[in-house]
T-cell receptor
Framework: GAGVSQSPRYKVTKRGQDVALRCDPI?????LYWYRQALGQGPEFLTY????????KSGLPNDRFSAERPEGSISTLTIQRTEQRDSAMYRC????????????FGQGTRLTVV | QKEVEQDPGPLSVPEGAIVSLNCTYS??????FMWYRQYSRKGPELLMY????GNKEDGRFTAQVDKSSKYISLFIRDSQPSDSATYLC????????????FGQGTRLTINP
């Protein structure tokens, strides 16, 4: 596609429910990253992939958060048993390779846990 | 203390003014320094990137890195209303791949 596509754009869920956020990176981009951005803050790193391999998941807050990219393209970030503190903008980015300096960000998924 | 500190502003200046945006950082391993621009309801977009110390100029934008002081700056000359956005500094180490560490962002408004 022309850019990084994330879906849904907005997600409201009840506390305790599981949610899955989807990222479709730019075609041909090897590296894919997940960030979380709270209102008025900069993005905070969660995890990243090269192809289908998860290279670093040190930013995932706890074991309720997981991510996968099974075929090296589309990625899913899953949050289990959501809590109100999980409410934030979740942003995906992709780049040609991990040493490429330019990562292109998607428009994000705004998650609200009520 | 955060690894990257950035004054959130807001900063409001008249059209045509020179704007100076700054970040300080604490991790001496950071080697790549970026400035992202983020318009409302949009994702961040890369504006400038600098490796190690020095200056880089691109049109009306100049990025400066002073590693000895752990201080980076972005200057915008002849500022335009279309420059109104949030500016985020970001940085990473050589080993850090794209594990970018962002500042809080400075909200900038250019008044016509």
């Amino acid at each position: 596609g022309a850019g990084v596509s994330q879906s849904p754009r907005y997600k409201v869920t009840k506390r305790g429910q599981d949610v899955a956020l989807r990222c479709d990176p730019i075609s041909g981009h090897v590296s894919l990253y997940w960030y979380r951005q709270a209102l008025g803050q900069g993005p905070e790193f969660l995890t990243y992939f090269n192809y289908e391999a998860q290279q670093d998941k040190s930013g995932l807050p706890n074991d309720r958060f997981s991510a996968e990219r099974p075929e090296g393209s589309i990625s899913t970030l899953t949050i289990q048993r959501t809590e109100q503190r999980d409410s934030a903008m979740y942003r995906c980015a992709s780049s040609l390779g991990e040493m490429n300096t330019e990562a292109f960000f998607g428009q994000g998924t705004r998650l609200t846990v009520v | 203390q955060k690894e990257v500190e950035q004054d959130p502003g807001p900063l409001s200046v008249p059209e045509g003014a020179i704007v100076s945006l700054n970040c300080t950082y604490s991790n001496s391993a950071f080697q790549y320094f970026m400035w992202y621009r983020q318009y409302s309801r949009k994702g961040p977009e890369l504006l400038m990137y600098t490796y190690s110390s020095g200056n880089k100029e691109d049109g009306r934008f100049t990025a400066q890195v002073d590693k000895s002081s752990k201080y980076i700056s972005l200057f915008i000359r002849d500022s335009q209303p279309s420059d109104s956005a949030t500016y985020l500094c970001a940085m990473r180490s050589i080993q850090g791949a794209q594990k970018l560490v962002f500042g809080q962002g400075t909200r900038l408004t250019i008044n016509p």
